[in-house]
């Protein structure tokens, strides 16, 4: 199995950009296809962003859509998450995700994925 390790939540101004950081352990990264979800205070958690195996497909919320962008990096064990004009909405525990993936898919539900790190607090002030 992974093992996901967050890094790089934080306080941010409304407008303001944040780069998310997820490294994994264990099995060959690039058999996973990866995602990001988070989860706001008395809400269920939602998905945000997911990229396949090879990185070449991503998928976003409408909620995120041309304001963050994930990435990743085989020889890095690790994939991003880039937020730029950030809303107090936006406001969450960030989770980085992963599931064994198939060809050049990517998943766009919380249920879809195995494996979860334990998540990194992300403010952005009004």
């Known amino acids: 199995q992974v093992q996901l390790v967050e890094s790089g939540g934080g306080l941010v101004q409304a407008g303001g950009s944040l780069t998310l950081s997820c490294a994994a352990s264990g099995r060959t990264f690039s058999d996973y296809a990866m995602g990001w979800c988070r989860q706001a205070p008395g809400k269920e958690r939602e998905f945000v962003a997911a990229i396949s195996r090879s990185g070449g497909n991503t998928y976003y919320a409408d909620s995120v859509k041309g304001r963050f962008t994930i990435s990743r990096s085989i020889a890095k064990n690790t994939v991003f998450l880039q937020m730029n004009s950030m809303k107090p909405e936006d406001t969450a525990v960030y989770y980085c995700?992963?599931?064994?993936?198939?060809?050049?898919?990517?998943?766009?539900?919380?249920?879809?994925?195995?494996?979860w790190g334990q998540g990194t607090q992300v403010t952005v002030s009004s």
């Open positions: 995700a992963a599931r064994l993936g198939s060809g050049n898919s990517r998943y766009a539900r919380v249920e879809d994925y195995d494996y």
